[in-house]
């Protein structure tokens, strides 16, 4: 019996992994994650996923692994920590498109599978008191950008153009959802374990 691990610690993907219903154990993969500084944005996110489930891969495991890099043109944008870098970076964006990469790898001792996920981000054009509002409400500090699509962060957007809603927030579900069922994990299959999803340790 294979057992699924989600090498991560984030508390977004978590709960996106439990939308599938399958029991899992969520685990600190402890990557080094220092920049390359020749490195594009999309191949970061891919390295980083593979890194992390590779971190926390043993023989009875299926491991996911996944990062996110949004990039505004050749800046990335980095989780900004404290009010004052969130309101930079917000401002930064105003009426231009920020590019999310959400890379995941599902690695086991027979195979890995990757995918990257691109999410365009079109942000409007609003009056620096808005973005103060919005930061002091959500206190977006650890999430990449500076906001969250899942809360009030989506009245700052024209748009979002993505295959994937779920991609935005930190997981790509559809595709992990096949992934997954091709690693023998199937969240629609009558034998997957009834329990539910598990905890973290």
């Known amino acids: 019996m294979q057992h699924l691990v ?14 599938l219903g399958l029991p899992f154990t969520a685990r600190p993969p402890g990557t080094d994650e220092t920049e390359i500084a020749t490195e594009e944005p999309l191949e970061r ?28 043109e050749t800046r990335i944008l980095h989780k900004p920590g404290t009010p004052e870098r969130t309101l930079e970076q917000l401002l930064a964006c105003q009426g231009r498109v920020v590019d999310f990469f959400t890379a995941v790898a599902v690695c086991s001792a027979a195979h890995t599978h990757t995918h990257v996920d691109h999410t365009r981000v079109f942000f409007r054009s609003l009056p620096r008191a808005s973005l103060e509002y919005y930061i002091t409400q959500e206190q977006p500090f650890g999430c990449a950008g500076g906001f969250k699509a899942e809360g009030l962060g989506i009245a700052l957007f024209e ?3 993505s295959q994937d ?35 973290a340790s």
């Open 6 to 19: 989600l090498a991560s610690t984030s508390p977004f993907r978590r709960q996106l992994l439990e939308r």
């Open 45 to 72: 996110a891919l390295r980083l996923a593979v890194d992390k489930a590779s971190a926390c891969l043993s023989a009875d495991t299926v491991v996911i692994g996944s990062d996110q890099v949004a990039a505004l």
């Open 159 to 161: 748009r979002i153009e």
């Open 165 to 199: 809603p779920t991609a935005l927030i930190g997981l790509p579900l559809i595709w992990l959802a096949h992934a997954l069922r091709s690693s023998g994990l199937d969240p629609l299959s009558p034998d997957a374990p009834p329990d539910g999803p598990g905890a």
